[in-house]
């Protein structure tokens, strides 16, 4: 029996091994078979999807700037160019440890503290880019050096790359503008696709202006990689097309003359020919250098509105009064709407006021002027006789007849961010203030003070319509493009040049003649060449209020924030003009001493200069 169990039991565990192992074996037949399904799925079902990926991984393609248009003057002079320059870029994607990268390089070259704050604040700001600039315009050594450490660490490289060239400098600042570091703001307006690889973009004047144009086409490069990501080969490259070139308005002589005459100002002076509206010179003072800043971040537009920044552009975003370069219009509003005749003289003492108000609103000649016409209002810049005016006409009329001349309103010109001014009225007081408009507010209306604000732009603008009898040019500095006129624009030349007399726009422009070559005209003493026939209007701007009692303007001893600003409007030659200039210099004193003078100059330079070519 014991014999029997025991033969029993050894054939009942054979026979649960042999289970065991069925199962063994069944699971390992099954897992052959997927193993097998899995690489027939890999290699075969999916060999195209899978051969893409390892393409992919082997191959990059790389998108190549193009090289930017080259930015001419009127003659041709090279005002924006290119030039080549190496970086060091590290891609924060791939950068294990940025800070070990950057104390590698530091034993390398010399890196300022002031560069490695720089990328710290540019890779925070620009979070978007997968590369982000430490250090450029590295020399022919420091490259070496950089390239002998590059393989050590993941993302970091040397790139070369088109840097644009000011050789100007602060000359064209203005009008030219800058280029700068793509940000978020730039990525909501433009074709990521297009910049995809692209760092930099124009942020202001014509480098904004004319962005599509200067840019160009991206090409590629289909580049074969290592596993670290270091290019070994050139597989494919297609070229980018170049931006298309400009040529300016700009007569680089004559803005290298304006700049000249307005260094250790501030303030704007502005040359246009009245004929085609083109720009002749613009100078905003203090300018920048742009190849110092060229790389920097340009983006922060709250920086540049400050008023005493060099990067503020005084020409088309300064706000002034424009004092009394807007006589000219009041006297042709007066007359347009009967309240003055041309013969009429009128009373001048030294001060105006109002029936109900014991206010003085005092002229700048203390004694006054004496029986002035209209003429000679204008000949010797009375202001009594325009508060007079002012107060005749009311601020509806002015303020109707001021936006025929572009107050309140952009000019067109092609330049980004023009500001419109301040064309002060009843509604807009109310609407700013809270408060209601004064019969006080629209005598010094008339004198172009008080909440009139416009820009040196706008002033030159109204000078060339002047200049023109009505006609009105749109300001332009793009020299192959021609600005259409609205509707709006022609219905004001329409009215402008029907519906205001030519015996009118000539005494106007007598008067304005007479301020420079008679006797008592306000900008004679100062204007000592009077060969080209200039006309003109100066104008002062009080920055703060005078006592009734006695005018303290000419102290010398006041500080220099509280002094005047001095304007000038002017065209020659009177008969044909080709040049209108509008000039303002802050807190100098009156336009006839500083304003006056360097317009003057300015234009009779420019005329000289043609009669020299002639």
Known sequence: MRRSFLDFSKANAEKNLHSRLNILILILLILIVLLISRLYFLQVVSFEHFDTLSETNRIKYIQTPPRRGIIYDRNNMVLADNSSQYSIEINIKEANNIKKIISGIKKEINLTQEEINSFYKKKSKYSHRNSIILKTNLTDSEIAKVLSIRYKFDGLDVTASLMRKYPYKEITSHVLGNVGYIDKSDLSRIDRQNYKSIKYIGKTGIEK??????????????????????????????????????????????????????????????????????VLGMISAPAFDPNNNLWGSFGNYDEIKELNSPMFNRSINGLYSPGSTIKPLVAINAVKNKVVDLETSYYAGPFFQLPTSSRRYRDWKPEGHGEVDLQKA????????????????????LSSFFKYFSFGEKTGIDLPYESTGVLPSEDWKLKNTGYKWTDGDTVITGIGQGYFLSTPLQLVYAASIIANKGLIVIPKLNKDIEIEKDKNTLEKENFLKNEIEDELWEAIRQAMFNVVNQENGTAFWTTKNKKNNISGKTGTVQVYSLSQESDEREKENLPKHLKDHSLYIGYAPKEDPQIVVATIVENVGSGSKYAAPISNEIINYYLNKIRERN
């Open 209 to 278: 202006s004319y962005e599509n144009i200067l840019f160009g086409v991206p090409g590629y490069k289909q580049v074969e990689v290592n596993a670290r990501g270091r290019q070994i080969r050139n597989i494919d490259e297609k070229s980018s097309v170049p931006g298309k070139d400009i040529h300016l308005t700009i007569d680089i002589n004559l803005q290298k003359y304006m700049y000249s005459k307005m260094l250790g100002f501030s303030g704007s002076s502005i040359a246009m020919n009245p004929k085609n509206g083109e």
């Open 378 to 397: 204008l000949e010797q810049s009375c202001d009594v006789y325009f508060y007079m005016l002012a107060n005749k006409l009311g601020i509806n009329k």
